[in-house]
Each structure stands twice: as C-alpha cells, then as structure tokens.
C-alpha cells in the first residue's frame, strides 16, 4: 500500500493560482494510476485529474484548461498546477492513487490510497 502525503493549497483570490503536491511512499508513482479528487461538503467526491501509467492526463471539463497535473518519478510525488481559479474551485482536494491499475476511471471506489486532504478556498 502506498502512503500519501499532501502539501500546498490554501486561500487566494478569484484568478489566482495554487499549487498542490502529494508525495508518495512505498511504492513508485510512475507505476500505476494517480488523480486528485475534490469534494465540498454535501457533495460527492469528483475526480479533478488523473493521469496513467503511460503518462496520459485526463481532466474534468471543469477544470480542463485551467489545471495542470504532473509527475516527478525522481521525487515519487505528483503535483496539481491550478491557475485561472474561481470560487465555484473551493473544495477539500484529495490525491488518489490505484496501485495496481496501469489505466484510470473517474470513479472513487477505484483508488485504493488516498492523501490527508487540503483545502482550497478561492474568495472573489
């Protein structure tokens, strides 16, 4: 099982950006899928981004253009660039990962590590 550690996130003004890092331990990010989800309160939990094995990234159309995710294998940490941001991005932001699977789905009960959670508000 991998262990996952998020960093980064916080408050900014609507059009700001933020940066989300989630470090991995106990296994390789490189080898398996890994997204990050978002979730308010109320409501179910959303895959934001992911990206598979092969290095393929997939986005929700809500963030499609606005969100960047990457991975550094030499650091084992992936990371979520989040520019252009709006209120409606406010949300506890979780790193997911399926160890095991090569490819990804938008669906939550298909990852089986999850970080702590960081909270991003965006005020306007």
């Known amino acids: 099982q991998v262990q996952l550690v998020q960093s980064g996130g916080g408050s900014v003004l609507a059009g700001g950006s933020l940066r989300l890092s989630c470090e991995a331990s106990?296994?390789?990010?490189?080898?398996?899928?890994m997204g990050w989800f978002r979730q308010v309160p109320g409501k179910e939990r959303e895959k934001g981004a992911s990206?598979?094995?092969?290095?393929?990234?997939t986005y929700t159309d809500s963030v499609k253009g606005r969100f960047t995710l990457s991975k550094d294998n030499a650091k084992n940490a992936l990371y979520l660039q989040m520019n252009s941001l709006t209120p409606e991005d406010t949300a506890m932001y979780y790193c997911?990962?399926?160890?095991?699977?090569?490819?990804?789905?938008?669906?939550?009960?298909?990852?089986?590590?999850w970080g702590q959670g960081t909270q991003v508000t965006v005020s306007s």
């Open positions: 106990g296994s390789t990010v490189s080898a398996y899928c």
């Open positions: 997911a990962a399926a160890t095991g699977r090569r490819g990804c789905s938008p669906y939550r009960d298909f990852y089986n590590s």
């Open positions: 990206i598979d094995y092969f290095g393929a990234t």
